[in-house]
């Protein structure tokens, strides 16, 4: 006679042998069979096919009946790899912090799973009720309640780690020093602006308010210190210092240069255009303020980038109602490129782009467009890190 005893690893092995066997079966029948199987069970008919009507009856058993460690492998699991996916997709192509993407897509996947799983399990015990040669033994399955309580667990923790990581993402950086700032700042700087604040929103003697900053990875030109200030209508601007404290000098917003209304830089050089002017800070030197007249603030293709920590526009020529742009750099994931009305910056656009080339449609004839790139690399489940713009450049369209 043959012996009966079996160790308990070889009966496991078996046991999941099995299951994912008839798993791989009734995945093999289509999609569409095993929709008609389970629609004509719930309805108490038998599917005409003996082959695929055994596939079902071995799938529900195993369904129903295996051990308890492989229905929460088998349900969990596949949960959890749709909400790894669906938190990376929304990482990469919305760029939706890491903790804050894993903690929505879980607090909406958790009843979807459940109700998924109860629905199957519900498909299985109507192809069972039909199966007459089964032993009278009815599988033991969780039932609804508790299918109900712990979905509810599972949003329920999800909904505690995206207020977490919601609080952690409002916090900004939780690296950089803590400081009050106003609305506006913190805003801009959730957003991904570079650097930490480096003191208080306050405001200065001739009463213009203002956030001191610091940018923890300084381009080669750039002057240490700068300061974040809400300009009406442009939003927030980041000013170097020098350029700041000469217009502050000069009557800040009631004096002749007004309200900013863009910065930037050249990399040789940086300026701030102003309602009635402009400000440049040429590199090491001392800032030069320019009433009525406002800095283009672009580089002419046939010169020289400089510095090459960011990207460099090369080609930017109209074709009828569209613009062509090329540029150089080395590798990286992807480019944001941007570009708007010269005399319009709040009209701004943007896009990704993969290589080193981009048309930009849409275009208002008779206009002139600036245009700047700048290079990222993608982490995962992080924020993208991206250089500098380049250096803008102007081209007319029609």
Do not use: K
């Given at each position: 006679?043959?012996?009966?005893?079996?160790?308990?690893?070889?009966?496991?092995?078996?046991?999941?042998?099995?299951?994912?066997?008839?798993?791989?079966?009734?995945?093999?029948?289509?999609?569409?069979?095993?929709?008609?199987?389970?629609?004509?069970?719930?309805?108490?008919?038998?599917?005409?096919?003996?082959?695929?009507?055994?596939?079902?009856?071995?799938?529900?058993?195993?369904?129903?009946?295996?051990?308890?460690?492989?229905?929460?492998?088998?349900?969990?699991?596949?949960?959890?790899?749709?909400?790894?996916?669906?938190?990376?997709?929304?990482?990469?192509?919305?760029?939706?912090?890491?903790?804050?993407?894993?903690?929505?897509?879980?607090?909406?996947?958790?009843?979807?799973?459940?109700?998924?799983?109860?629905?199957?399990?519900?498909?299985?015990?109507?192809?069972?009720?039909?199966?007459?040669?089964?032993?009278?033994?009815?599988?033991?399955?969780?039932?609804?309640?508790?299918?109900?309580?712990?979905?509810?667990?599972?949003?329920?923790?999800?909904?505690?780690?995206?207020?977490?990581?919601?609080?952690?993402?409002?916090?900004?950086?939780?690296?950089?020093?803590?400081?009050?700032?106003?609305?506006?700042?913190?805003?801009?700087?959730?957003?991904?602006?570079?650097?930490?604040?480096?003191?208080?929103?306050?405001?200065?003697?001739?009463?213009?308010?203002?956030?001191?900053?610091?940018?923890?990875?300084?381009?080669?030109?750039?002057?240490?210190?700068?300061?974040?200030?809400?300009?009406?209508?442009?939003?927030?601007?980041l000013l170097p210092s020098p350029i700041f404290q000469a217009w502050v000098d000069g009557g800040g917003p009631g004096g002749p240069l007004g309200e900013p209304t863009d910065s930037g830089d050249t990399g040789l050089l940086h300026y701030a255009n102003f309602r009635g002017g402009s400000v440049v800070l040429p590199t090491g030197g001392a800032a030069e303020v320019h009433i009525g007249q406002k800095f283009a603030g672009t580089r002419d293709l046939d010169t020289p980038c400089a510095p090459l920590d960011r990207p460099c526009v090369t080609s930017a020529r109209a074709e009828g109602g569209r613009v062509r742009v090329g540029w150089r750099y080395g590798s990286a994931d992807a480019f944001n490129v941007a570009w708007w009305p010269q005399d319009e910056p709040w009209l701004i656009t943007g896009r990704e782009a993969a290589g080193y080339g981009l048309t930009l449609a849409g275009l208002r004839p008779a206009t002139t467009y600036l245009v700047e790139v700048s290079a990222c690399h993608k982490r995962f489940l992080r924020r993208s890190a991206c250089t500098w713009p380049s250096a803008r450049v102007a081209v007319r369209v029609g």
């Open positions: 006679m043959r012996s009966m005893v079996t160790s308990g690893g070889g009966v496991g092995n078996r046991v999941l042998a099995e299951a994912l066997g008839a798993r791989i079966a009734w995945w093999q029948l289509g999609f569409s069979t095993r929709r008609v199987v389970l629609r004509t069970a719930r309805r108490g008919v038998r599917f005409p096919d003996p082959d695929v009507w055994e596939v079902a009856v071995d799938w529900a058993r195993r369904q129903l009946g295996a051990p308890r460690w492989w229905r929460v492998v088998r349900d969990v699991g596949a949960a959890a790899l749709v909400v790894v996916c669906l938190a990376a997709l929304a990482v990469v192509l919305a760029d939706v912090d890491g903790p804050v993407a894993a903690g929505g897509t879980a607090l909406a996947c958790s009843p979807l799973a459940a109700w998924w799983s109860t629905r199957q399990s519900g498909g299985a015990a109507a192809v069972l009720r039909l199966c007459r040669d089964r032993d009278g033994h009815r599988p033991r399955t969780p039932g609804s309640a508790v299918r109900a309580t712990a979905a509810l667990v599972a949003a329920g923790a999800a909904a505690v780690a995206l207020v977490v990581a919601d609080a952690d993402d409002r916090a900004v950086r939780p690296d950089c020093p803590s400081y009050a700032l106003d609305a506006p700042v913190r805003e801009w700087w959730a957003r991904g602006r570079s650097g930490c604040p480096a003191g208080d929103s306050r405001t200065g003697p001739t009463g213009v308010r203002h956030t001191p900053w610091a940018l923890p990875e300084q381009p080669t030109t750039r002057p240490l210190g700068d300061i974040a200030y809400v300009a009406p209508g442009a939003g927030v601007l």
